[in-house]
């Protein structure tokens, strides 16, 4: 793992006092695993041995962090990226863990190298799975997001963070595609009777004219939201402008929906736990 010989290795022991194995009954040394990920990172970083156990050390006692993440995912190892994000899960809530570690660790790589593609589609296997055991929805509320951003971009990856935000906030939630056909989205308005439209990704203001239209015909008070610069700020637009992170924009969701508002509003939102 980390390239040396074992004579090396245990001369970095007797010198630096780390990585410190423990010994088997019949002498072997048995390092920790955290130790030697610490310090195989931090060496391909500085290149220099004793700043790398330097920077390992405090490395190595710390909570998962982006950085960490990164190298776990430079590496092309999804078990090693999975044990970094189930300890973030043990000292921050889900929402943290994803703003805080996972969409820093992805956003870390070169758009279009190979290390970014695996760690683009890991993240989004994550959010996936986190979405199929959210809780189901407790409110009526609906949030209704059109997501306009390409496969592999960062937006995406945020788009399916709002959405898993919003679900365990207990809202009713869909998402559908910016380029769906206006004349079938009937059905889903009128399962969904959303409150509020959410615009995310990269967004024609043609076709958003379309779905706005059709979205108000059917929901009458429904709220238009744009989520990370979806459209573009001219200043004269009434859209309401959300985020850039998707705990922000919750935040704002929820203070809207829980505001004073005209009769026949949509219910109250619960508070959203972080």
């Known amino acids: 793992m980390l390239g040396v010989s074992a004579n090396t290795l245990r001369s970095w022991e007797r010198r630096f006092a780390y990585p410190m194995p423990q010994r088997t009954e019949g ?19 500085t290149q220099n041995i004793s700043s790398a156990i ?8 710390g909570p998962s962090s982006p950085e960490r993440l990164r190298f776990a995912l430079a590496s092309f190892t999804e078990h090693e990226a999975d044990l970094l994000l189930e300890e973030s899960l043990a000292v921050r809530s889900v929402e943290r863990t994803v703003e805080s570690v996972l969409l820093p660790g992805v956003q870390s790589f070169d758009p279009g190298s190979p290390e970014y593609c695996f760690a683009w589609r890991y993240a989004s296997r994550w959010l996936s799975s986190a979405q199929r055991v959210a809780p189901p929805a407790s409110l009526p509320t609906g949030v209704l997001i059109f997501d306009g951003a ?5 937006d995406s990856l945020y788009v399916q963070a709002l959405e898993l935000f919003l679900r365990r906030a207990g809202l009713r939630v869909l998402t559908l595609p910016v380029d769906l056909q206006v004349t079938r989205l009937g ?27 059709a979205s108000r015909v059917a929901s009458e008070g429904v709220s238009v939201f744009d989520y990370r610069g979806a459209l573009p ?9 959300l985020g850039p992170g998707a705990i922000a924009a919750v935040e704002q969701l929820r203070e809207w929906l829980d505001g004073d508002r005209s009769a026949g509003a949509c219910p109250r939102a619960s508070a959203l736990a972080l």
Request: hydrophobic content about 40%; aromatic content about 4%; charged content about 30%.
């Open 27 to 45: 002498g072997h040394r048995q390092f920790e695993l955290r130790e030697i990920q610490a310090l195989r990172q931090a060496f391909e970083e």
């Open 54 to 61: 330097s920077l390992a050390r405090e490395r190595g006692e």
């Open 150 to 154: 390409d496969p592999l971009e960062l």
């Open 233 to 241: 700020d001219t200043g004269a637009s009434t859209v309401k402008r």
């Open 187 to 213: 059905s889903a308005l009128r399962a969904l009777n959303p409150a509020a439209l959410v615009l995310a990704g990269s967004c024609e203001l043609e076709v958003v004219g379309r779905l706005v239209y």
